[in-house]
């Protein structure tokens, strides 16, 4: 191998590692924006709210759940960038830029089936672009933001059923301390008990979780 070679194979060694190194740093926005984390993280802290306890689990313990969560719901969806895209580029297969066009169709197929045809007609709209046939038509610019208000909509739906059963819990102790007179006493303080033993006992947890990873099917 001559002189000009090894350097054209150092050279795209280099570019290869400052990519790797500039995408590393948008890994967090990727995290929130194009996968499940958000509706994962959003769901959990419902059920904390719902249930009271304000600083169980703590902030730290509802991230890492919604991260190794979100690499479960990703499984299928990752494995496929690794294939299609990661694989062939490590080859020397492809080229950097084709890598990167491959890495997108799984991901786009994923947030589509998560994403409402409304919110997706309301950012093409917003951008004014034109009314598309098909799914390729689709801009990725126009897609992230509809995946996300889809997210925000379908966690926040989740989070009001979460929140019914406990919201009956407090009004019964509610009216129960009013009718015996006991207004000075919050209801809170009465009524977390007995919500967190309702939790423990429906398994609570596994249903919220099973929820969770079947919404995305």
Same mark, same amino acid.
């Given at each position: 191998?001559?002189?000009?070679?090894?350097?054209?194979?150092?050279?795209?060694?280099?570019v290869?590692?400052?990519?790797?190194?500039?995408?590393?740093?948008?890994?967090?926005?990727?995290?929130?924006?194009v996968?499940?984390?958000?509706?994962?993280?959003?769901?959990?802290?419902?059920?904390?709210?719902?249930?009271?306890?304000?600083?169980?689990?703590?902030?730290?313990?509802?991230?890492?759940?919604?991260?190794?969560?979100?690499?479960?719901?990703?499984?299928?969806?990752?494995?496929?960038?690794?294939?299609?895209?990661?694989?062939?580029?490590?080859?020397?297969?492809?080229?950097?830029?084709?890598?990167?066009?491959?890495?997108?169709?799984?991901?786009?197929?994923?947030?589509?089936?998560?994403?409402?045809?409304?919110?997706?007609?309301?950012?093409?709209?917003?951008?004014?672009?034109?009314?598309?046939?098909?799914?390729?038509?689709?801009?990725?610019?126009?897609?992230?933001?509809?995946?996300?208000?889809?997210? @925000?909509?379908?966690?926040?739906?989740?989070?009001f &059923?979460?929140?019914?059963?406990f $919201?009956? *819990?407090?009004?019964? =102790?509610s +009216?129960?301390?009013?009718s015996?007179?006991?207004?000075?006493?919050?209801?809170?303080?009465?009524? @977390?008990?007995?919500?967190?033993?309702?939790?423990? &006992?429906?398994?609570?947890?596994? $249903?919220? *979780?099973?929820?969770? =990873?079947? +919404?995305?099917?």
């Amino acid at each position: 191998m001559d002189g000009a070679a090894v350097n054209g194979l150092n050279s795209s060694n280099a570019v290869q590692i400052l990519l790797l190194i500039g995408g590393l740093t948008l890994v967090p926005a990727v995290l929130f924006t194009v996968t499940g984390f958000s509706r994962i993280l959003i769901v959990l802290g419902f059920i904390r709210t719902a249930v009271g306890t304000n600083n169980a689990p703590p902030n730290q313990v509802l991230v890492g759940i919604a991260l190794f969560l979100t690499i479960f719901v990703m499984s299928p969806t990752i494995s496929a960038i690794k294939k299609e895209a990661i694989e062939p580029l490590t080859h020397h297969h492809i080229s950097t830029t084709a890598a990167i066009k491959d890495a997108e169709k799984p991901l786009r197929e994923f947030m589509f089936r998560q994403t409402r045809t409304q919110d997706i007609s309301l950012f093409v709209s917003l951008a004014h672009a034109k009314s598309p046939r098909k799914r390729s038509e689709v801009p990725t610019e126009v897609l992230i933001p509809a995946f996300i208000v889809s997210e @925000l909509k379908t966690a926040f739906q989740i989070g009001f &059923l979460i929140f019914l059963p406990f $919201l009956i *819990i407090d009004l019964i =102790v509610s +009216s129960t301390l009013m009718s015996m007179g006991m207004i000075m006493l919050p209801p809170t303080f009465i009524s @977390l008990p007995f919500k967190v033993l309702l939790f423990v &006992l429906v398994d609570g947890w596994d $249903l919220v *979780i099973k929820a969770l =990873v079947q +919404s995305f099917h």
